[in-house]
């Protein structure tokens, strides 16, 4: 406790002198992160993040030194200078976002963890350490073979990710039966589920269906007329499963689309990306089962009441990653006999943290991560 107390003492004053030092010159690693303007909460989350994950560690060699990034790659570039030439750091964790990124390869000798889960960097010494979008589809594919599904259509929404997923398809090799791109307008969405799940077919071979039952000298013919005018739609679907490349409420109309086109949950499996354990999905009983690679569940609910406990604050989710790296560098640095170099990200590693475990090879991140299910109104985890 008394370590803790210590942190938060030095923590405070590194918004006075823009400079924090966790214990003494050994292994030192750099922070950026918006610590004033718009997003400055988001910097507080992962300073404080930062800050138990040292004091978990509770080793005297490692030494952060903090630097405000203003959310802005002008003001970014500037600290991650003044990091490299006057504190000689060769490791930065951040910045947050990827258009901070935008100047970083002028300090080419620097490797940047940044919280980003966009792989398309352009700079090699820029590593994206965030939960990307080929970590998911890869638990997604495992999830494939776990059920058994064999006829997989993705629905990808085009936003500025479109080529995030795409690239994301092409690398792990998920076997797809077809994929589509859909328009996020309320006003056209449906007419393009419609177009996709064969709607005005399906309902069409319903009503043909009920006019030569009414023609016909069926037996049980006003039972069977009773039955069919209470389908929606005949016929079977081409696909057994559908992944959603979407969230909050987008992802929502996509599966309200889905449910008035007679496409509903317990027909094929509905597949998301990772939803970080949205509470308004769990009320959303038409959707489930609903089902989605993420983190750890059980590691990310006891961060979460550890930082409450510490900071009666409720933390971020990107500050969760933060409380990961710090224990990854350490873990990198240790195993190449404390010597700070571009190659420790560059061997193959793993790394269980508490979000999962983190791949490392040729400067790319990737993460283990799990499988849940939305069900019954609660998260179950699958793998």
């Known amino acids: 406790m008394k370590t803790l107390i210590k942190l938060i003492y030095i923590i405070f004053f590194t918004f006075f002198f823009n400079h924090v030092v966790f214990s003494n010159d050994k292994i030192k690693i750099g922070l950026l992160a918006p610590l004033t303007g718009e997003y400055s909460d988001i910097g507080k989350s992962i300073v404080n993040s930062v800050r138990l994950a040292l004091n978990s560690i509770d080793n005297d060699r490692l030494e952060i030194i903090l630097r405000d990034t203003k959310s802005n790659p002008d003001k970014t570039l500037i600290a991650a200078q003044d990091l490299s030439k006057n504190h000689n750091i060769k490791i930065i ?86 994929s589509f791109i859909y328009n996020t307008d309320p006003t056209l969405l449906t007419s393009q589920i419609e177009k996709i799940t064969k709607y005005p077919q399906r309902k ?99 961060f979460v009441i550890l930082y409450e406990e510490n900071f009666k604050d409720t933390p971020n989710q990107i500050s969760f990653l933060s409380y990961d790296l710090i224990g990854l560098i350490y873990y990198l640095v240790y195993k190449n006999d404390f010597v700070i170099d571009k190659k420790i990200f560059y061997k193959k590693n793993k ?23 939305v069900e019954k109104g609660e998260f179950k985890k699958i793998f």
């Not at 990710?161 to 092409?170: C, D, G, N, P, V």
């Not at 039955?227 to 969230?247: C, E, P, Y």
């Open 351 to 373: 790394f269980r943290g508490k979000i999962g475990i983190f791949e490392i090879d040729k400067n790319i991140i990737t993460h283990n991560l799990s499988f849940y299910s």
């Open 93 to 178: 964790i951040g910045p947050v976002f990827y258009s901070s990124t935008k100047f970083l390869n002028e300090l080419p000798d620097v490797i940047f963890l940044s919280f980003t889960n966009i792989l398309e960097n352009k700079h090699s010494n820029v590593i994206s350490s965030g939960v990307n979008s080929i970590s998911q589809i890869n638990a997604i594919k495992k999830f494939q073979n776990i059920k058994g599904l064999e006829k997989t259509i993705f629905l990808i929404p085009d936003t500025s990710y479109k080529s995030e997923i795409e690239k994301a398809i092409l690398e792990t090799k998920i076997v797809l039966k077809n």
């Open 204 to 302: 069409q071979n319903l009503l043909d269906e009920i006019k030569r039952i009414e023609n016909s000298d069926e037996v049980n013919k006003d039972n069977i007329l009773e039955n069919l005018k209470k389908r929606d739609t005949m016929g079977n679907l081409n696909f057994d499963s559908v992944i959603i490349a979407d969230f909050d409420e987008n992802l929502k109309s996509v599966t309200t689309s889905l449910l008035y086109t007679d496409v509903s949950s317990k027909r094929v499996s509905y597949i998301s990306l990772n939803q970080w354990f949205d509470k308004t999905l769990l009320k959303e009983k038409a959707l489930q089962p609903m089902y989605f690679p993420s983190i750890d569940k059980k590691n990310y609910d006891d």
